[in-house]
């Protein structure tokens, strides 16, 4: 018979928040020219590229009052490069980079791929110039930074057990492999239920955003010290490299299950089982964590389907920026079939935007049940 604290502990770990990418900032000024520019004017940008690296949004403000033009263009910094998108000489204005934007660019640009774009962004190969006729080179200028690679893991755990009500201590590890052969740094963000910070410990170190350094092709571990209080949220790696990550939970009585980071997508798929009613009646079930990979609202759209690929139940989840849902297909699609009876099937979640998901199989205590399930990617 599954215990009672055992089942809210298991709950609590399937209830949570997410995390988005971050928007870069970066500043215009005279002296980023080639060559430089003696001037009192400046500004300021900010730019996101979305969850799904389809989009690459600009908002910029400068004081140039005589401005007649404005470009992104393609080159280092240090160096002057072609028109490759057109912006214009209003003191703020707001432009999303997509394939269709950046083929629709007058003549006068370069013509570039978006995935040429793409990779001079993330070589910080692109640059935002304000033009005038008296600096027609440019008057101000910034580059444009790096955006920050970005790891998505849908589910954390860590808090210290509570005999009373019989609910276990659940621990979650995360391991990080720079896959460069140069150093890379960068922080663990972890959210709680409405998308706020919530405050892990590492080792000596307490906060919501933990900080790491990894050598060449090297690893890193980030152990969360379980406090007296259950902890549950969701936690996103940022870093100037790119990694692969995995998280670990260990639950006790129940064993230790790991699951990869994700990028973000528009369709995953994974399989699900329930057995004996699930592990509200003592069973096994399989949790879904859905998380909203976008600084906008999501909805995302899942089906439960049969062993014979036949849609059986529906459940439609609007999440909020940084917004999260998770619970047990018993629970997601209740009523959809005879639970009693065990089913066997997959679930298939869609989304016009970006999000990701992760699945695991619970049974009972003491059953030693406790597995992570692919959730994959699907057109």
Known sequence: MLKKGFYIAICALFMTALAVAQP????????????????????MCSGRLDALATAFSLDCTHNVGDAIAAHIHRAPAGVNGPIVFFLNSDTAFSFTVTAETLADQPDAATPISFDEFLEALRAGNLYVNVHTVENSGGEIRGQIPAPDNTLYFAQFGSGAGDPMTNAPAITSQITLLNTSATPTSGEM??????????????????????????????????????????????????????????????????????????????????????????????????????????????????????????????????????????????????????FSMGFQGSVVCTSDSGFAMIALEQGAAGSGIFNAVPAVPFN
């Open 24 to 43: 870069v900032s970066f500043d215009l000024t005279g002296d980023q020219e080639v060559d430089p520019v003696m001037t009192d004017s400046e500004g």
């Open 189 to 338: 963000h972890f959210n709680g239920d409405d998308g706020n910070p919530v405050d892990v410990t590492v080792g000596d170190v307490t906060g919501s955003d933990i900080p790491f350094t990894i050598e060449g092709n090297g690893v890193t571990q980030i152990d969360l010290t379980p406090g007296d209080m259950l902890a549950v949220g969701s936690a996103r790696s940022h870093s100037d490299k790119p990694l692969v990550g995995v998280i670990r939970f260990a639950i006790e009585g129940s064993g230790v299950t790991g699951v990869l980071g994700q990028g973000a997508s528009t369709g995953l798929l994974a399989p699900v089982l329930v057995a004996n009613g699930g592990v509200g009646s003592g069973g096994l079930d399989t949790g879904l964590a859905i998380q909203n990979a976008e600084a906008f609202d999501n909805t995302v759209t899942c089906e439960l389907r049969d062993g014979d690929g036949m849609t059986v139940g529906m459940s439609e989840i609007g999440l909020d920026s940084q917004g999260h849902t998770a619970a047990f297909v018993t629970q997601l699609f209740e009523g959809a079939a005879d």
